[in-house]
């Protein structure tokens, strides 16, 4: 049985590392879905989860800093390497710079991956996730994205459906908001 990753990643000096893998999914603007990492293992050889090979990608995610004050969400900065025109350089320009596509990073340990002694795609931190919204440079280097958090899109508010009063109504439950049920279920406390 495996220990579960969250209790896992804080035993320091561990000689299991852990594993950023990433996946790109351009289905929403016409294209594939990408899987890559920006590690691989020593001897070159690709990371594999789940069945899914993850191609070897040099990328860095910045300002992922969240904060509990109420103060708006951050965006992004993804950076992508370009060297050599680089691995995801031909989705890049023919759909539309990637404006729209979804990144999702999941973090785990080696010994997790597939083919090691406790595969397990159960174990994992996030996944975190993020739209694309806009491509801030293209240099022969890097191409940098910045995202946001699918939350925080133009005009979007929560909560997403308005419930009003009507100050006309008062049943003997007390409940004075129309279209809303006046029974509370509590199935999810149960589990």
Request: glycine share 10%; with cysteine; aromatic share 10%.
């Amino acid at each position: 049985m495996s220990t579960p990753i969250k209790q896992n990643l804080s035993t320091l000096h561990s000689s299991d590392g852990v594993v950023d893998l990433y996946i790109l999914d351009c289905s929403s603007v016409g294209g594939s879905v990408y899987h890559f990492s920006p590690t691989c293992y020593p001897d070159g050889s690709l990371y594999s989860w789940g069945g899914q090979t993850y191609n070897l990608v040099p990328i860095g995610v910045d300002n992922m800093e969240l904060k509990s004050d109420g103060s708006s969400l951050p965006q992004i900065s993804i950076t992508i390497s370009n060297v050599g025109g680089g691995p995801l350089l031909a989705p890049i320009v023919a759909l539309g710079d990637l404006v729209g596509s979804y990144l999702t990073k999941y973090t785990t340990k080696v010994s997790y991956l597939d083919g090691q002694s406790e595969p397990d795609t159960s174990q994992f931190v996030g996944p975190n996730t993020w739209r694309i919204i806009e491509k801030n440079s293209h240099t022969n280097q890097t191409i940098t994205f910045i995202a946001a958090y699918p939350m925080d899109l133009p005009g979007m508010m929560f909560p997403i459906r308005q419930v009003l009063k009507d100050p006309g109504i008062n049943p003997p439950d007390g409940i004075n908001f129309p279209g809303v049920s006046p029974y509370r279920t509590n199935e999810w406390m149960s589990q």
